[in-house]
């Protein structure tokens, strides 16, 4: 499968524990978004990254929230001290500069 | 504000019967407009965007400036339509994607 793959593809934790989870774009794409899905609503943007440069982040993305595309290959996102309010599908898309986005499977975070 | 708004959550329609998918926008300048959807159990994915004007699956949508409007339609609907639909738009060339809250389209037999 050469789409966006995500993992991992469900994640539950109790509130105040640390996730990370990890997106492998397509490759050579070289721009990587996050978004926030919850229920009942579209996807929300949080971040994206040119190669390893972090050039946008929401105002959504919270001191808890970070995420990092070291060698501008896969990127991380991590949540520290999760809260219920966190609950949610994290997406993943990749991209060509100035071309269509490729959405990933996402990550379903509980936090109970 | 940059905004998408989709009026309905849900539309039901009979199978053969036209669709029509409602999605107005706020941005002042001029954005790229899309529709995205999600069938059950898959990936969200591009379905068509205005740039192209071209017609997918047998939906088409015209951008309305004047009334900042980007209507799904489609003459005869398939049970394959079922699924969610998003409309989106990138307010600059590059830049994230922001979407509306999705219209579930369910196509009755």
């Known amino acids: 499968d050469t789409g966006v793959s995500q993992n991992p593809r469900h994640k539950i934790t109790k509130r105040g524990q640390n996730v990370t989870f990890r997106c492998d774009p397509i490759?050579?794409?070289?721009?990587l978004y996050w978004y926030r899905q919850t229920l009942g609503q579209g996807p929300e943007f949080l971040t994206y990254?040119?190669?390893?440069?972090?050039?946008?982040k929401s105002r959504l993305l919270s001191d808890r929230f970070s995420a990092e595309r070291p060698k501008g290959s896969f990127s991380t996102l991590e949540i520290q001290r999760t809260e219920q309010g966190d609950s949610a599908m994290y997406l993943c898309?990749?991209?060509?500069?100035?071309?269509?986005?490729?959405f990933g499977p996402g990550t379903r975070l509980t936090v109970l | 504000a940059q905004r998408v708004t989709q009026p309905e959550k849900l539309l039901s329609v009979f199978k053969g019967a036209p669709v029509e998918l409602k999605c107005n926008y706020s941005?002042?300048?001029?954005?790229?407009l899309f529709w995205y959807v999600q069938y059950s159990r898959q990936r969200l994915q591009l379905l068509l965007r205005h740039i192209s004007r071209e017609s997918i699956k047998g939906f088409t949508a015209d951008l309305n400036k004047g009334e900042t409007s980007f209507h799904l339609k489609k003459p005869f609907a398939q049970e394959e339509d079922s699924a969610m639909y998003y409309c989106?738009?990138?307010?600059?060339?590059?830049?994230?994607?922001?979407f509306g809250k999705g219209t579930r389209l369910h196509i009755l037999p």
């Open positions: 898309a990749s991209s060509v500069l100035h071309n269509e986005q490729f």
């Open positions: 490759s050579e794409h070289n721009r």
């Open positions: 990254f040119q190669n390893e440069a972090q050039l946008e």
């Open positions: 989106a738009l990138i307010p600059n060339r590059d830049d994230k994607i922001i």
């Open positions: 941005y002042s300048g001029s954005p790229e």
